[in-house]
């Protein structure tokens, strides 16, 4: 059912207008939820709306379109042209069967990230990894070494940080460190002991999600030893993003019996004052962060039925989006056991981007610093309840949405 708005009562008693709907064109409320929670992330949606971004590609010029509609407009906005693009390069999204809303939401950052992309290079010479006296200048180089190769954007600034794995040899004790791009956060969930009626913390998952791990000799070289070696490996962040999603496992599959299952475990997760010190890496625990939840992606259903639904944070108030229906909740509304990605935006105002320590002095020249740049329904805890979830899931499976969800990333690396 759609929520009627118009102009004059959206904007009653307020000169802030309230976010408007988007269509299901057939099994894309996995797409709308993707779009309606990048709504709430202020800095891109500023960078959207500005004029002059048309020389930037077809897909850059529909999230225009889209912001501006969303800002200005209470009618409802079909997606339709923005499903067109993604589809493009991504076959899967421009079918009718549902898909993963995770799944689109990385591919549609990854081509936003493509059109706008701007070249970063630099003729300093950068560190060898294996070379570097510390864990610091081996993160910076390695973040140089990535800026130089895949180019920096308003996505890059925003969304993306850095994972550390931290090896370490049994025998000889070297240590050695790997370093890759963090842009979703993927976290499991423990099973034992909890359930729907048992929540467990987002901390908890955090802590399996980065536990030490141990590899044995046939698994991993030691070049100090020059052999085959036993090794333990300890997962760390090393930079922050502006941005951080944080998705939950919650799509699994039994690689024995290959059979599918969701974990339905209800994860409480705080809604401000969020912080990772436990999971940050040594060189990266001085400077630490705290960040605000602004909008989480719901999984209403089972592996085999689902819907899809977001929770998005708008000028101090929550909404929550169903396809074309918009509803205004009450904060203690957000935590749930269907919410599958969270978004959590850093605290510090006016600095989007994470600031490393500086370098020892001998090794200064050798790094690059990073490159600068509906009316709505009133719902409240009280008459907002678990029914009503449950009838836009059933309501969805009669319009034949939402039928095979599908989890590709059952494992983080």
Known sequence: METMQTDETRNAGSNKPHPCGLSNLGNTCYINAALQSLGSVVP??????????????????????????????????????????????????????????????????????????ISVKSDAPTLNVEQDSTELEASEAAWHRYLNQHGESIVRDQFEGQLQSSMTCRECKKVTWKFDPLMFLPVPIPSAEHSEEHPCLLQDCLKGAFELQYFGGKEWYCSKCDRQANMERKPSISKLPNILMVYLKRFQTNYQSGERSKVNTNVTFPLRDFELSDVMSESAKSVQFKYTLIAVINHIGNITGGHYTAYGKHNNEWFCFDDSEVKCISEDRISSRYAYVLFYQKNTAGDHQQTMPKCNDTKKQAISQQHPHKEVQKCTAENYEEDEREKSFFSCLLCLCCCRTRRRNAKMD
């Open 44 to 117: 891109l949606m500023d960078y959207l709306a500005k004029d002059g971004l048309g020389d930037r590609g077809e897909m850059v010029k529909e999230l225009h379109v889209m912001v501006q509609h969303m800002r200005t407009k209470s009618e409802l906005f079909s997606p339709c042209k923005i499903k067109d693009q993604i589809a493009e390069s991504n076959t899967r999204f421009g079918q009718t069967s549902q898909e993963d809303s995770q799944e689109f939401l990385q591919a549609l950052i990854e081509k936003l990230h493509q059109c706008l992309r």
